[in-house]
């Protein structure tokens, strides 16, 4: 079963960036896709972003245009740089990859955007 460790959260004010960082411990070209979800308190876990192994993107509607999804082979790392950033995005940020069965998924890393 893929590991995945996320860093990179923080307090950033409004319209700052941040970028979070969550490496596998296997190889990220053995994996069909990596995603980075959220969830705020009371609500469920739902997509940000995600990067296919073949290089296609998706990207939540509220964080186009502000939000990229990038990965660095060599480091087994996949990032989800964010620009922007409004107070709407405070939440526990989680990547996750496909499982063997089901999903992996990292402990979260906690955002809060606040001035």
């Known amino acids: 079963q893929v590991q995945l460790v996320e860093s990179g959260g923080g307090l950033v004010q409004p319209g700052g960036s941040l970028r979070l960082s969550c490496t596998s411990s296997?190889?990220?070209?053995?994996?069909?896709?990596m995603g980075w979800h959220r969830r705020t308190p009371g609500n469920i876990r739902k997509v940000v972003a995600t990067?296919?192994?073949?290089?296609?993107?998706f990207y939540e509607d509220s964080v186009k245009g502000r939000f990229t999804i990038y990965r660095d082979n060599s480091r087994n790392t996949v990032y989800l740089q964010m620009n922007n950033l409004k107070p709407e995005d405070t939440a526990v940020y989680y990547c996750?990859?496909?499982?063997?069965?089901?999903?992996?998924w990292g402990q979260g890393t906690q955002v809060t955007v606040s001035s």
């Open positions: 990067l296919t192994v073949d290089g296609l993107t």
């Open positions: 296997i190889s990220i070209r053995s994996l069909d896709y």
């Open positions: 996750n990859a496909p499982g063997n069965p089901g999903e992996a």
